[in-house]
């Protein structure tokens, strides 16, 4: 299977539907095809071919769908960067990928490596340039490799902990993940899906389902917040794609932004824990639960939580599709309240990483993937994540979970972002301490909101201080970055 046949299905089955709408532009799927089949061609002509790997630089929107089925018709293989990076950022990235090429925008050339090759205008009316290195960089062998596996992307993990791994990820596989994306939410040709969460490459799940059914794609971010109840009315939105973070801010906007998706069918949220608060405030605003999706770039979507009421919120659901099994060790156990580690597999699954290259084979046990995800399952069968193995801090042999205190200081009215972390401690060994942000306008002090964490949770669980800072480093995908200069 190939990811341009689904465009090219597509543009034949709905020529004049819109297939992609953001702030710049809006494509029919005759469009976006043959938008993509002419930018193929200039990529072909400036010496692109099967095999080279691509880094995209893009505006999160059509010119990034259209850059990425460009890029794949052609046999090259995507490698999605985000407009937030830095230029050393991008040729550690070029050196450590062996990237062959850079496609970008004009306004993100400062990030492209210096020392590369002429650059290219694709096209003398478009914003889009290129720039090929002088010589190939991948050795012959990774090449080859590469268009046997049927590779069309490199994604990366989180990098929360550490530095992200480069995961490579087959047409089969992106195809597997836009398939279940459109059967699990039933979607189809009359949905309109507003998608609020950054693109690591153009192939996202709900990008790949949306073209699958014929549905229209409308790419929007936060700094359009306050269109967003205009957008919902225009486009009749359907299905939400958007971060807890994200719609954290929606609701800290006011309750008419929350009110304008109470149309919608699904509100999705992924990438990071829902908040029982949050989860609240849009049940009482929209009359029906968030729908928490639990995924990783490793394996796609594993579980999901359609259940509909107050009784499972919090909870990831249960499988949609992949096998799941817990494993016990890593020094939990029942008695620690958690199951232990949750393992994965099935369609959908990546190829391995690269950088170094290391095989699925050899990072799976008999086909099990192991997420690093703590969790916990219930009599219903659904599924709870309660933390991850590395983040856990040992309070004098007690186990704590930075995400439990998080969805305590979370649920202070004043707190808009919390991170909880251990340092070493001589008496017992490591102890939280946490970093939050206010919401914005709040006088809140450190000391009333640590009297409120200690209301409600062990002594041992507490965090020992609490600074307030203006940011919290993040990562590309908008998850908290946990590995800081605590």
Known sequence: MHLFSILEAAARKWPDSTAIVDERQRLSYRELHANAASLACELQRAGIQ?????????????????????????????????????????????????????????????????????????????????????????????????LKLNIAGIGFSSGTTSESKAIILSHDALLARGRMETEIFSINGNDCILYLLSIAYGFAPPVVGALLAGAKLLMADTAFIHRFPELASEHGVSLVYASPLVYRMILNEGGDRVECFRGARHLVTTGSRLADDLAKEYRAKIGHEIVNRYGLNECGMVTVNMRGDAMKRGSVGVPAGAEVEIKIDNGVSSDDGFSGELLVRGAGMFEGYASPWRARDAVTEEGWFRTGDLVKRDSDGYYWIVGRIKDMINVGGLKVVPSEIEDVLLSHPDVEEALVFGRSDPRFGEVPHAKIKLVAGSRAGCRAILQYVNEKVAFYKSPRSIEIVDQLPKTPSGKIKRRINN
């Open 50 to 146: 099967a095999g080279d790997k691509v880094g995209v630089i893009l505006p999160k929107g059509a010119e990034e769908i259209v850059a990425c089925f460009a890029v794949v018709r052609l046999g090259a293989i995507v490698v999605g960067i985000s407009p937030a990076s830095k230029q050393a950022e991008t040729t550690k990235l070029g050196e450590r990928l062996a990237l062959d090429a850079f496609v970008y925008h004009r306004d993100y050339e400062p990030l492209i490596p210096r020392g590369l090759g002429q650059k290219s205008s694709l096209d003398e009316h478009s914003p889009v340039f290129l720039q090929r290195a002088e010589k190939r960089n991948a050795a012959t062998q990774e090449r080859e490799q590469l």
